[in-house]
């Protein structure tokens, strides 16, 4: 069982930045994947970013240039720094772990960017 805590959330004003964090505990995998995925009110979810355990990345086209995942093996942590906030990049952002056949997901924590 893996367990996920996230932290970084909170309100910021359009064009500000906030940095998500999401430590993972219990994991035996060498190999994996980890990332968020964001879900805003009557909207489905939607993948944000994801970062292999070798580094490789993935981002939704809404925030290519904006956002940059990054990650910590050490710690098993993975960080969304997040620049030029728009109001529709408000939601509730879940960390999510994938390890051979399992995935994890964090409780969520919520992101609004409002004037």
């Known amino acids: 069982q893996v367990h996920l805590v996230e932290s970084g959330g909170g309100l910021v004003q359009p064009g500000g930045s906030l940095r998500l964090s999401c430590a993972a505990s219990?994991?035996?995998?060498?190999?994996?994947?980890m990332g968020w995925d964001r879900q805003a009110p009557g909207k489905q979810r939607e993948l944000v970013a994801a970062?292999?355990?070798?580094?490789?990345?993935n981002y939704a086209d809404s925030v290519k240039g904006r956002f940059t995942i990054s990650g910590d093996n050490a710690k098993n942590t993975v960080y969304l720094q997040m620049n030029s906030l728009k109001p529709e990049d408000t939601a509730v952002y879940y960390c999510?772990?994938?390890?051979?056949?399992?995935?994890?997901w964090g409780q969520g924590t919520q992101v609004t960017v409002s004037s």
């Open positions: 999510n772990f994938r390890g051979g056949p399992y995935a994890y």
């Open positions: 970062i292999t355990s070798g580094g490789n990345t």
């Open positions: 219990g994991s035996g995998f060498s190999i994996y994947v």
